[in-house]
Nanobody, 116 residues
Framework: VQLVESGGGLVQPGGSLRLSCAAS????????MNWYRQAPGKARELVAR????????YYADSVKGRFTGSRDNTKNTVHLQMNDLKPEDTAVYYC??????????WGQGTQVTVSS
C-alpha cells in the first residue's frame, strides 16, 4: 500500500497550491479519503474529507471556502486545492485512506509553508 503526496512548497500569503495524493495497493474507490495537517507543536487535525464517490465532502471551519477536495477514482488520486493561503495554514499535510472496519493508510506528508 502506498499513498504518495506531492504539490507542497513555499507560497506567499494569498497564494494557491494544489496537493495531490496517488494511491496504490488497495481498492481506492471503497475508501473515504482525507487530508490532515500538523503544524509544529500542534495536534494533527482533519482538514478535508472526500467520500468514496466524491459526492460529499467535509471541511474544517478554518478552511471552508478556501480549500476544495476532489478525487478521481479512475486514476486513484485525490487532490486538495488550496486558495487564499494564510500563514496559519503552514503545516505538513497528510493524505489518509479510511474505511469502516478496515485498515487505515497514511502518506508520508508534504510540507506547505505560507510566508512572505
Amino acid at each position: 500500500v502506498q499513498l504518495v503526496e506531492s504539490g507542497g512548497g513555499l507560497v506567499q500569503p494569498g497564494g494557491s497550491l494544489r496537493l495531490s495524493c496517488a494511491a496504490s495497493g488497495f481498492t481506492f474507490s471503497r475508501y473515504n479519503m482525507n487530508w490532515y495537517r500538523q503544524a509544529p507543536g500542534k495536534a494533527r487535525e482533519l482538514v478535508a474529507r472526500i467520500t468514496t464517490t466524491g459526492g460529499s465532502t467535509y471541511y474544517a471551519d478554518s478552511v471552508k471556502g478556501r480549500f476544495t477536495g476532489s478525487r478521481d477514482n479512475t486514476k486513484n488520486t485525490v487532490h486538495l486545492q488550496m486558495n487564499d493561503l494564510k500563514p496559519e495554514d503552514t503545516a505538513v499535510y497528510y493524505c489518509n485512506a479510511w474505511r469502516w472496519n478496515e485498515s487505515e493508510y497514511w502518506g508520508q506528508g508534504t510540507q506547505v509553508t505560507v510566508s512572505s
